[in-house]
């Protein structure tokens, strides 16, 4: 899977005419991703699997005036994707408009914007329901992993209806249930010598940081609720599925390895 996507990365980043992309995993592995210029520019499809890839433009490889004119764009350019993928393309032109405006030579955005030209408006479905294809094999962890889903998809449900007044106990509720597993996953690990703890860890801790900023504007009125709710998906529901299919499942094989030994 590695080597797939890494292959796919070298040639898109021709193809969008940019410096360097890096997958989610590589941004959360990151101890401290703010003194970057990071944006969202992408979701892929790695041969041979059906889940979708987020994946980032690094910009600080730009030229200093392109690079710092992304940085002021960055959240607008990100609403317009969010809106790109959600099927509204007349919203995402007019945001990608504002962009070009001010950074001309935005290769992404400029792509983006014929895209919307060809695009066809209409809803998108955003929520990730279980399947059995995401479960670990450890009935503790898929349980857990269940109510994450079941949370993050009341949440993006909440945000695209516009129920602002339940906003606040589904940020909490959610919040929760990510303390919740983390904290018993990274008992789980300790109590069988896991040898990946304080990586996996890690990546924990990051997506704690990556969710405790997207709640404290979730619930701001003056925020737009396409990019809240995409957020939301990708950075949650994306990140849990792809966290269960790789690192949950290197615990599985270790705890199979153990019981085998006895």
């Not at 290769?107 to 014929?114: E, G, S, T, V």
């Not at 450890?138 to 695209?160: I, M, P, S």
């Not at 919040?175 to 690990?189: C, N, Q």
């Given at each position: 899977d590695a080597v797939n996507l890494a292959a796919r990365l070298e040639r898109i980043t021709r193809e969008w005419d940019v410096p360097l992309l890096v997958s989610a995993p590589t941004l959360l592995s990151l101890n401290d991703p703010a003194p970057f210029v990071i944006r969202f520019i992408d979701r892929l499809q790695v041969r041979g699997k059906q889940e979708t890839q987020s994946i980032y433009e690094v910009c600080d490889a730009d030229p200093?005036?392109?690079?710092?004119?992304?940085?002021?764009?960055?959240?607008?350019?990100?609403?317009?994707?969010?809106?790109?993928?959600?099927?509204?393309?007349?919203?995402?032109?007019?945001?990608?408009?504002?962009c070009l405006e001010a950074a001309p030579d935005d290769?992404?955005?400029?792509?983006?914007?014929?895209r919307c030209q060809q695009a066809?408006?209409?809803?998108?479905?955003?929520?990730?329901?279980?399947?059995?294809?995401?479960?670990t094999q450890?009935?503790?962890?898929?349980?857990?992993?269940?109510?994450?889903?079941?949370?993050?998809?009341?949440?993006?449900?909440?945000?695209?209806a516009g129920r602002r007044q339940s906003l606040a106990q589904d940020i909490?509720?959610?919040?929760?249930?990510?303390?919740?597993?983390?904290?018993?996953?990274?008992?789980?690990?300790?109590?069988a010598s896991f040898p990946f703890l304080i990586e996996h860890a890690r990546e924990h801790r990051r997506l704690r940081q990556s969710y405790q900023q997207f709640a404290a504007t979730a619930a701001d009125d003056s925020q737009d609720f396409r990019h809240q709710a995409f957020v939301c998906q990708r950075d949650v529901a994306d990140w849990l599925i792809d966290?269960?299919?790789?690192?949950?499942?290197?615990?599985?094989?270790?705890?199979?390895r153990r019981n085998t030994a006895v």
């Open positions: 200093a005036p392109l690079r710092h004119a992304k940085r002021q764009t960055r959240r607008l350019f990100e609403t317009a994707l969010a809106c790109y993928h959600l099927g509204y393309p007349d919203d995402a032109a007019d945001m990608l408009r504002r290769r992404p955005a400029r792509i983006y914007f014929a066809a408006a209409g809803p998108v479905d955003l929520l990730r329901p279980w399947c059995d294809d995401y479960s450890v009935e503790a962890v898929d349980a857990d992993h269940r109510k994450l889903l079941g949370a993050t998809n009341t949440l993006v449900e909440a945000l695209l909490q509720t959610l919040g929760r249930a990510l303390d919740d597993h983390f904290e018993a996953e990274e008992k789980l690990m300790a109590d966290h269960a299919l790789k690192s949950d499942r290197r615990i599985a094989a270790h705890l199979d």
